[in-house]
């Protein structure tokens, strides 16, 4: 499987941080394992879907909980945010991070934070694709169409109000 792209791409970019891409742990768990996808809420679940279909890592968050604006960047190391399982984490240098006027709400190494999780009563929400170099913006985009669609099977009344794919600048 990790010669399979996108897994490629992604298991070269978390080898350089001596982790393994999660999207691939969670696929060989539900192929070989038999393991089924996680019922948490339906939000998450939709998700946790189009990840598996594209291969491609999303961070969902609830956007009612965040302070806009948000700001897609490059960490220094050191920073620190708590992870959804209430572990306070401190980033390395050089992972992809978003945050907003509180402070990280995900980074691609170590997921989403606690404050901004998506929860059953969750209404609004943002969700994040983490690319690195080497994944097609065109990809990412047919990812969240695929993420759009799926939500609109578990709500037909729900709008998008932007569906965009941005680049981190150097």
Request: glycine share 4%; hydrophobic share 40%.
């Amino acid at each position: 499987l990790k010669n399979m792209e996108p897994l490629k791409t992604y298991h070269n970019y978390y080898k350089r941080f001596k982790k393994t891409y999660c999207i691939l742990l969670q696929l060989e768990s539900i192929v070989f394992k038999n393991k089924s996808i996680p019922r948490v809420a339906s939000l998450v679940e939709v998700m946790f879907m189009a990840e598996l279909k594209n291969l491609l890592l999303t961070a969902g968050h609830d956007l009612d909980a965040i302070d806009l604006p948000i700001k897609l960047e490059v960490s220094i190391g050191g920073e620190k945010y708590t992870l959804i399982n209430g572990q306070e984490k401190e980033l390395i240098p050089n992972d992809m991070m978003v945050s907003d006027l509180q402070g990280i709400t995900s980074s691609i190494i170590y997921g989403p934070d606690k404050s901004t999780q998506i929860k059953p009563n969750t209404r609004n929400v943002l969700f994040v694709v983490y690319a690195p170099p080497g994944i097609e913006k065109s990809k990412v985009f047919q990812h969240l169409q695929d993420i759009q669609n799926y939500v609109h099977i578990i709500s037909p009344e729900s709008e998008v109000e932007l569906l965009k794919v941005y680049e981190c600048k150097d």
